[in-house]
């Protein structure tokens, strides 16, 4: 498996990374979900954190690595 995870690593993009389209926000390779709520979504990476904030937001797709965020997106902080 150490073989498959190196290979794995080599291949795949592992970076942080956040793709913003018209009222969604794609998230690659976030550490967790720290708040989720209607209004507000916190997503902590590896240098910090993302703070989505809008209304009616919806986690559209969860895998272990990316996350889609769709609503009515109003603000996107980065710290």
């Known amino acids: 498996m150490n073989l498959i ?4 690593s080599y ?3 592992e970076e942080f990374a956040v793709n ?8 690659i390779n976030y550490i967790n979900i720290d708040h989720f709520d209607i209004n507000k ?3 902590r990476h590896s240098e910090g954190f993302l703070k ?3 209304k009616n937001l919806v ?3 969860l895998l272990g ?8 997106i109003q603000n996107i902080e980065l710290g």
């Open 5 to 8: 995870n190196r290979m794995r």
């Open 11 to 13: 291949l795949l993009e």
């Open 20 to 27: 913003i389209l018209k009222n969604k926000v794609n998230i």
């Open 41 to 43: 979504v916190v997503i």
């Open 52 to 54: 989505i904030m809008g």
């Open 59 to 61: 986690v559209s797709k």
């Open 65 to 72: 690595d990316e996350v889609l965020i769709t609503g009515d």
